[in-house]
């Protein structure tokens, strides 16, 4: 598997927690904060190693933003801002 960087952002519902990856929209919950981080890592993981089978993993990065460094190393979008806003 290729390793790849990505961000996780954690919300409440209700009584669990669900851990996002915007980058690859991909999303796992879990009863606490660490819980739902560790079972996106796996839903991540298991996303890539599939894609990777499939041969479409690069073109989901691709369309997901990221670019490959001079070292062939794939980077993420950069997350540069996240904001709670009212429609009010």
Known sequence: MIPIDYDIIV???GKAYVA???ELDVSSC???VDHA???LKTAVKLFIEEAEKMG???DILE???YKKDL???WQPPKLVATELVSSM
């Open 11 to 13: 919300f409440e519902e």
């Open 20 to 22: 996002y990856c915007p």
């Open 30 to 32: 879990g009863k606490t």
């Open 37 to 39: 981080k560790e079972m």
């Open 56 to 58: 479409t993993l690069e």
């Open 63 to 65: 369309e997901s933003g």
């Open 71 to 73: 070292d062939g190393r």
